[in-house]
C-alpha cells in the first residue's frame, strides 16, 4: 500500500510541475507529460518496473478518446468519410510498409521480421496526435480531417494485422499462460475457449460480439438510463459511463478485437443519443486524466541504456523512419489535394510509430515473428518517435507562420443564388439564418472564417467559405439580384467595406447590419446601412425588463416600458448620427453631447409619463 502511495505521488506530482511548464512555453502538454516521464524515471530513477503494467492500465486512457471521438461522430458521417479512410488511410499503411519492408532487407534482416517491422511502423499515434490538434485548435482544418481519417484506418487496420502476425512466425509458439498469474483465470479461460473453436465459429462469436454492442447502444441504453435516473445520485452516471467503456473493451478483448475500436463503434452507435452529452461530461475527466498517465508511461519506459549503447544508429533509425513515413504522407497528401498549410500538418503530424506499435510488437515476440533483440530496437525507435513528435507540431507552427497568408484556403465555387445574402455566420448570422430559413426562406451564406463553416456544416446548413468583402465573390454569391443583404461580420471594419460597396452596387438592396457599439452604428448609418442592430442592445433590453417585473411592475407594464424605451432610442440615435463627426472625440463634440443630454431627459420625462397614465387607468 505504501509503494502504491509513493508510486501515485510522484506520478501525478510530476504531471503537475511539468505540463504547466511545458505548456507555458507552448510546447503543448504531451511533451510535458513525455518529459516528465523521462525525469522520474530513465533519469532519476523515482519508478521502475512497474511502468510496462501501469502502461497496460492507462492505455485505457486511448480506449475512451476513441469512444469520445465515436460519440462525435455520426453513422452518416463515417460513411462520408469513407473515400479518406479506404483511399488516403490504405494508401499510407500500404506504401509505409512496403518502403520500411524494403529497408529492412537492405538490412539483412529476412523478409518476416522485416514485413513485420513495416506493419509495426506503418501506424501513428492516435493519442498523442489527435490530443495535440485539439489543443491546437486544428481538428477542423482539412490537414487535421485527414490525419484523423487516417488514425481511424490505422486504428481498424489492428484487427487483420493481430490475425496476420502469426502467420510469418519462424518458429511453432509455446503460449504461456501470464495472465492466470495475475488473476485474469475467468478471462483466460474464456479466450481460450473461443480460440479452440473452428474458425467459422470464431467469426460468429466476433460478429455476434460486434452485433451486441450495436444492438445494446440501439434499444438497451434508453431504459438503462431511465432505470438509472430514478436513484438521482449523480455518481451512478458516471459510473454507468464508465461500465459501458470497460465492459465493451472486456467484450472485445476477449474474441480477439481491439478494445478502442469497439468502443469507437459503441461511440458511433450512441452518436444519435440523447445520453450522448452526459456520456461525454461523465467520460472526459478520466481520459484526459489517462492518457496524461499513458504519456508519463511511454516517458519512463524509454530505454535509456539501450539509446547510449547505440545513440547514432538508434536516432537515425527514428528519423530515417519520420522521413520515410513523411514522404509517404506529403505525397499522399498532395494526391488528395492537400496544399500548404494542411499539407505538412498532414506530413508532420502523422511522421511518427505509435502507440500500437507497443502492442504488435510485444505480441510479435512473443509469437516468436520477429527476435528480442529487434523488438528492443523498434521499441526504442517508436518511443524515442513519439517523443519527437511535439517538436514536429512546433516545426509545423514555425512553417506555417512562414507561409503566411499567401496560402489561404481557396474560396469556395458558390453554385447557389437566393434573394437573402448573409455576410457572416457567428453567433449573430446562425441565429437570423435559422429564424429565416425555418420560415421557409432560402439564403445564401458566407464567411471567411473556416472552422465555423465547417462547423454549421455539420448541423445540415449549406454555406461557402469565402471572403464576404470581395466584390467577385459578392458577384458570384448574386449580390446583383438579391433582395437582402445581412452583415453580420465579426470586423467592423469589413462590415462598414461591405455596407459601402453594396450599397454604391445596389441602390435599391434592402441592407441589415450589426453593429459592435455606438460609434459603429453611425459609421454603418453613413455607409448605407438600412437596419442597423447593435449585438447587445435586444438582450440589454430583455434583462431590464426581468429587473423591472422583479421590482413590482406587471409584465404588460414592463414590456410597455421595453417597447417605447426601444422606439425612444432608435429615433435617439438616428438623430445623433446626424451630428456625430468621425474627426471629433464624442465628449468633445459639443451638438452630439447637448442633443444626447436633451434626449435622456424626454427618455425619462416619456417613461415616466407611461407609468403615471397606467396607474391613473388602474384606478
Request: proline letters at 4%.
Amino acid at each position: 500500500m505504501d509503494s502504491f502511495l509513493y508510486q501515485a505521488s510522484i506520478y501525478l506530482l510530476a504531471a503537475v510541475v511539468a505540463v504547466p511548464i511545458a505548456a507555458r512555453f507552448g510546447l503543448g502538454s504531451v511533451l510535458g507529460y513525455l518529459m516528465a516521464g523521462l525525469i522520474i524515471g530513465p533519469m532519476l530513477g523515482l519508478v521502475g518496473s512497474e511502468t510496462e503494467d501501469l502502461r497496460h492500465f492507462a492505455e485505457f486512457g486511448v480506449v475512451m478518446m476513441l469512444f469520445l471521438i465515436g460519440l462525435e461522430l455520426e453513422p452518416k458521417a463515417l460513411w462520408d468519410m469513407r473515400h479518406r479512410l479506404l483511399g488516403l488511410g490504405g494508401l499510407q499503411i500500404t506504401c509505409t510498409m512496403a518502403l520500411v519492408t524494403m529497408a529492412g532487407l537492405w538490412l539483412d534482416y529476412s523478409w518476416q521480421q522485416s514485413l513485420t517491422a513495416g506493419t509495426i511502423l506503418s501506424l501513428s499515434s492516435t493519442a498523442i496526435v489527435l490530443q495535440t490538434l485539439s489543443e491546437k485548435k486544428l481538428m477542423n482544418t482539412p490537414g487535421g480531417r485527414s490525419a484523423f481519417a487516417v488514425l481511424l484506418t490505422q486504428d481498424i487496420a489492428v484487427i487483420p494485422m493481430l490475425a496476420l502476425l502469426p502467420l510469418l512466425a519462424f518458429a511453432p509458439v509455446v503460449r504461456v499462460d501470464s495472465h492466470a498469474t495475475e488473476g485474469a483465470e475467468a478471462v483466460q479461460a474464456a479466450r481460450s475457449l473461443i480460440e479452440s473453436l473452428p474458425a467459422w465459429g470464431v467469426t460468429l462469436v466476433t460478429l455476434a460480439a460486434v452485433a451486441v454492442i450495436v444492438l445494446s447502444g440501439t434499444y438497451l441504453m434508453r431504459p438503462i438510463f431511465k432505470y438509472i435516473h430514478t436513484a438521482r445520485l449523480r455518481e451512478l452516471y458516471t459510473a454507468l459511463a464508465l461500465l459501458i467503456v470497460l465492459g465493451i473493451a472486456l467484450l472485445m478483448s476477449l474474441v480477439g478485437l481491439s478494445p478502442a475500436l469497439g468502443t469507437f463503434l459503441a461511440g458511433v452507435v450512441l452518436a444519435n443519443s440523447e445520453f450522448r452529452h452526459e456520456l461525454e461530461s461523465d467520460i472526459e475527466p478520466f481520459k484526459g486524466l489517462l492518457l496524461g498517465l499513458f504519456f508519463i508511461t511511454v516517458g519512463a519506459g524509454i530505454d535509456v541504456q539501450g539509446l547510449a549503447s547505440a545513440p547514432v544508429s538508434i536516432l537515425g533509425l527514428t528519423l530515417g523512419l519520420m522521413a520515410a513515413k513523411g514522404l509517404v504522407l506529403y505525397g499522399l497528401g498532395l494526391l488528395f489535394k492537400l496544399k500548404g498549410r494542411d499539407a505538412w500538418l498532414f506530413t508532420l503530424g502523422l511522421a511518427q510509430a505509435g502507440e500500437f506499435g507497443f502492442v504488435l510488437t510485444s505480441f510479435s515476440i512473443q509469437q516468436r515473428v520477429i527476435l528480442p533483440g529487434l523488438g528492443d530496437r523498434l521499441l526504442l525507435v517508436i518511443a524515442l518517435s513519439m517523443l519527437l513528435t511535439p517538436l514536429a507540431f512546433i516545426l509545423y507552427e514555425q512553417i506555417s507562420k512562414r507561409i503566411g497568408e499567401g496560402d489561404a484556403p481557396e474560396a469556395d465555387e458558390i453554385d447557389e443564388r437566393h434573394p437573402i445574402l448573409i455576410a457572416g455566420i457567428g453567433r449573430f448570422g446562425q441565429v437570423v439564418n435559422r429564424l429565416v430559413t425555418s420560415s421557409g426562406f432560402r439564403t445564401t451564406v458566407l464567411d471567411n472564417d473556416l472552422e465555423t463553416i465547417e462547423m454549421i456544416r455539420t448541423f445540415g446548413f449549406k454555406s461557402f467559405f469565402g471572403d464576404p468583402t470581395r466584390p467577385d465573390l459578392l458577384h458570384a454569391a448574386g449580390i446583383d439580384k438579391a433582395e437582402v443583404l445581412v452583415v453580420s461580420l465579426d470586423d467592423p471594419k469589413a462590415a462598414i467595406r461591405l455596407v459601402t460597396y453594396a450599397r454604391k452596387r445596389r441602390p435599391d438592396i434592402y441592407i441589415i447590419a450589426r453593429a459592435r457599439d455606438r460609434v459603429h452604428v453611425f459609421q454603418l448609418y453613413r455607409a448605407g446601412a438600412d437596419k442597423i442592430v447593435r449585438e447587445v442592445f435586444d438582450a440589454s433590453l430583455r434583462a431590464g425588463r426581468y429587473v423591472l417585473e422583479q421590482m413590482g411592475l406587471s409584465e404588460y407594464e414592463a414590456h410597455q416600458a421595453e417597447s417605447t424605451f426601444y422606439k425612444m432610442d432608435r429615433s435617439a440615435m438616428q438623430g445623433l448620427a446626424e451630428v456625430w463627426d468621425p474627426d471629433i472625440p464624442i465628449h468633445l463634440n459639443q451638438a452630439y453631447m447637448e442633443r444626447s443630454r436633451l434626449m435622456n431627459r424626454d427618455m425619462e420625462a416619456a417613461l415616466m409619463n407611461l407609468f403615471a397614465s397606467d396607474e391613473e387607468d388602474a384606478a
